[in-house]
């Protein structure tokens, strides 16, 4: 049972150019998110997905696009790199009353 | 808006001292929350929670919090710091079961020896 994982663990991007953060969770649970954690602002919400199939928009979404590919994974796309998007970025799949967050993918973008 | 607001980015104690973490919550509908702690380079793991049953939760590592309605506040206190406790934490609110989590900015906990 690997829980969420994340990848990849480190990334470094050129303005413009664009990528895809993968997100897998092994537990089951209907719902999955992508936060975005920077330095004194706490973890802000991008995307979620409440079921497979279903997408909504968080505090954050803009430059960003989710695919929900099956109930185990949860995909992450800049587009067109900015870098206003430098940040550490969290998945999380969620039971009732609770989130379990991946370890994090490290993205610079320069 | 929904709020959680966590007093204080940062807090130093000495190893030994009582640790306490502050975290109060806008609503006037009873929540679920939360304090996740992170470590260096590594994602957030749940330290407790409170659903609505007993108002002192207890969790792991020996923290514990007290939900206080009347003030809104959720704190998180442990009786005597150790150094492995450093890390940063972070409060979190939900407003249903299946409700998306609203973070707090974080307080890093520094342990002094």
């Known amino acids: 049972n690997a829980g969420v994982t994340q990848t990849p663990k480190f990334q470094v991007l050129k303005t413009g150019q664009s990528m895809t953060l993968q997100c897998a969770q092994d537990?089951?649970?209907?719902?999955m998110y992508w936060y975005r954690q920077d330095p004194g602002m706490g973890l802000r919400l991008i995307y979620y997905?409440?079921?497979?199939?279903?997408?909504d928009k968080g505090e954050v979404p803009n430059g960003y696009n989710v695919s929900r590919l099956n109930k185990r994974e949860f995909s992450l796309r800049l587009e067109s790199a900015a870098p206003s998007q430098t940040s550490v970025y969290f998945c999380?799949?969620?039971?009732?009353?609770?989130?379990?967050f991946g370890p994090g993918t490290r993205l610079t973008v320069l | 808006a929904q709020s959680v607001t966590q007093l204080g980015s940062h807090v130093s104690v000495s190893e030994g001292a009582l640790v306490l973490l502050r975290c109060n919550y806008s609503?006037?509908?009873?929540?679920?929350l939360f304090w996740y702690v992170q470590y260096p380079n590594q994602g957030l793991q749940l330290l407790l929670k409170?659903?609505?049953?007993?108002?002192l939760v207890k969790g792991i590592n020996g923290f514990e919090a007290e939900f206080k309605k009347s003030e809104t506040s959720f704190h998180l206190t442990k009786p005597s710091a150790h150094m492995s406790d450093a890390a940063e934490y972070f409060c979190?609110?939900?407003?249903?079961?299946?409700?998306?989590?609203?973070f707090g900015q974080g307080t890093e906990l520094s342990v002094k020896p």
């Open positions: 609503s006037s509908v009873p929540p679920y």
């Open positions: 999380a799949s969620k039971p009732p009353n609770e989130q379990f």
């Open positions: 979190a609110v939900s407003y249903n079961q299946g409700g998306k989590l609203i």
């Open positions: 409170y659903t609505s049953a007993a108002t």
């Open positions: 537990m089951n649970h209907n719902s």
């Open positions: 997905s409440a079921s497979e199939g279903t997408t």
